[in-house]
């Protein structure tokens, strides 16, 4: 392809990655020839009425999209909110649902300088943001996985988060009951419910999909007494799980002596997938 034009290279590239699979061929083939050429996506649009040609390498990187390795990776950037993060193997790459999450605790901090600490960063995508858009807020962060701890530490330490190796349900201990907001997003999915797409199966990290146990609510039960842990009375949590745990997550908190105003939020399909709550 590196020797046809710009505009039959991605006309080829949409129908090999729509043949295979690939949800959003003609924008995955756009963004790859985007990033070769160092361009924004709405540049190529341009350029492929012109006579530019195909740059090198494109063939390969649609090839390899072909085989279902997830457009971030092959960037090596995913985008989140306001951020752009590195990514590749060895870290989840972040969902749009998660900017949901994230927004909570940026409306709920509104601006003031609080204490706020996200178990599970994977990429830093929720520290980050909330870094970023709360700049008079304390961020912290912790991730189980040293290979995503490794990208979460490329991501945040511009940001000026403070991140820790290590397993939320002991993180921070040393720092119990000072948090005013705590944040996650942890593995949650069902141990049977192995996910269709080649991209996430095949490609996100296990340690960050799988909730464990049958229902996948080992890590997010973990979490919530993580929280509980690391609160201030008044603090605030919000945790992002499936659709399917929205009922049982809801039940099990408002039963806890630990919580007040227990809620479920929807995600921007109107899906119930986090649920916030007050320390009492
Ligand atoms: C679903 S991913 C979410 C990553 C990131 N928060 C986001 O929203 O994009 C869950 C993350 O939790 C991490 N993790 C799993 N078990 C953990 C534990 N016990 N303690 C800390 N992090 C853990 C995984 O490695 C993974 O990075």
């Given at each position: 392809m590196s020797s046809s034009s710009l505009a039959s290279a991605l006309a080829a590239a949409t129908s090999v990655l729509a043949e295979a699979g690939v949800p959003s061929p003609r924008v995955d083939a756009e963004l790859l020839a985007a990033h070769l050429l160092g361009e924004s996506a709405g540049r190529v649009r341009a350029l492929a009425y012109t006579?530019?040609?195909?740059?090198e390498g494109f063939s390969e990187l649609v090839a390899e999209r072909a085989r279902r390795v997830p457009l971030q990776h092959l960037t090596g950037k995913a985008y989140f909110r306001h951020l752009e993060l590195s990514v590749g193997p060895g870290v989840f790459v972040p969902r749009p649902e998660t900017e949901t999450v994230a927004q909570l605790v940026i409306d709920h901090a509104a601006g003031r300088p609080l204490k706020i600490v996200d178990l599970g960063t994977g990429s830093g995508a929720i520290a980050g943001s909330i870094a970023q858009e709360v700049p008079q807020a304390e961020v912290f962060a912790v991730e189980l996985s040293p290979l995503a701890h490794g990208w979460a530490e490329q991501n945040l330490a511009p940001l000026g988060v403070r991140l820790e190796l290590g397993d939320l349900r002991t993180a921070f201990e040393e720092q119990n009951g000072t948090f005013?907001?705590?944040?996650?997003?942890?593995?949650?999915?069902?141990?049977?419910?192995?996910?269709?797409?080649p991209e996430v199966a095949d490609h996100d990290p296990v340690a960050a999909l799988y909730g464990g146990g049958a229902d996948g609510m080992e890590l997010p039960l973990a979490a919530v007494a993580a929280?509980?842990?690391l609160l201030k009375a008044g603090g605030y949590f919000v945790l992002e799980h499936a659709e399917v745990q929205a009922e049982t997550?809801?039940?099990?908190m408002a039963a806890l002596a630990d919580w007040d105003a227990v809620a479920t939020h929807p995600d921007l399909n109107g899906r119930a997938r986090a649920t916030s709550a007050i320390r009492r």
């Open positions: 006579d530019t040609p195909a740059p005013d907001v705590v944040v996650s997003n942890p593995p949650y999915i069902p141990a049977l419910a192995v996910p269709n797409e929280a509980a842990r997550i809801f039940e099990r």
